[in-house]
């Protein structure tokens, strides 16, 4: 089976320190993604349909748009990381929430969403624009469809002479992604998957959290997605951990934006929703 055939290895690895980078990944991200279900047209009352859970997050924002007379429907590959998504839904005392393991590929789902969204999902996706195409048929007439990716191409904008760490990491970062078979510029394709999948053309967006404070959580989330990422980055030859010493390098990544007054750029997200004919 070509690459093309099938799903990327998801590049993060899945474990426990994973499951607490996807929570900060979210927080930092929040922003970004309560902007794009308010333009999405996401609102009270509505069902819908989040693929590809992980830890909850999304279905956590999206239970409180669709209110206590809606409900989501969370969907992961992975059964072990739902029971944290669940136990998290269960804490904020949310009853509108029901996660089920599978692929929203392959799983019999009603036809009856009022939206289907996800967030860094079909970046490892074989076929995106056949996923969406797939997942459309699951809404109703006038359904929204909502995906939220990453976009790798305009980091190599942010790398500057003042900024060797950086670089490094960002160089680091996108070939572990190309080598995991992952759509690196997912978020720019967004437009043709849509259109590709028969759906309307899409509004999109572009956003990228950036900071430079000192007590900037972005640092340490870096640190954490590389000690995600240093199992794949080994495997494939990238760099070693000896050489990302994931334990200094929040503080260095810090030291070097101080130095150089130049913020850090997180990933940039492409944001892309469109609705059915009614």
Known sequence: MSNQNRDAEYTMGR?????????????????????????????????????????????????????????????????????????????????????????????????????VVGRLV???????ADALKHLATHLRPGGIVAFQEVDFTPYTAATHPDTPLANTLIDWGRTVFERSGAHLEMGMDLYKAFVDAGLPEPTLHFEAPMGGPEN?????????????????????????????????LAERIQAEVAAAKRPIMLPPHITAHASLAT
């Not at 999405?40 to 206590?68: H, N, P, Q, R, Y």
């Not at 079909?122 to 995106?128: I, K, N, R, S, V």
């Open 15 to 115: 474990t426990e320190e994973e499951t607490q980078r996807l929570i900060e990944q979210s927080q930092l991200y929040d922003d970004v993604t309560r902007r794009f279900f308010l333009r999405s047209g996401i609102a009270k009352g509505m069902k819908v349909l989040d693929v590809g859970s992980g830890a909850g997050d999304v279905a956590l924002t999206l239970a409180e748009f669709v209110g206590e007379e809606g409900n989501v429907v969370g969907v992961d590959l992975n059964p072990d990381i739902l029971k944290t998504a669940q136990a998290r839904a269960d804490a904020a005392g949310l009853s509108n929430i029901e996660f089920i393991a599978g692929d929203t590929r392959t799983l019999e789902l009603p036809n009856d969403f009022d939206a």
């Open 122 to 128: 079909l970046m490892y996706m074989a076929d995106p």
């Open 216 to 248: 900037w959580a972005g640092f340490e989330y870096l640190a954490n997605s590389f000690q995600s990422l240093v199992p794949l980055m080994e495997a494939y030859g990238i760099a070693t951990a000896d050489e990302v010493d994931v334990d200094t």
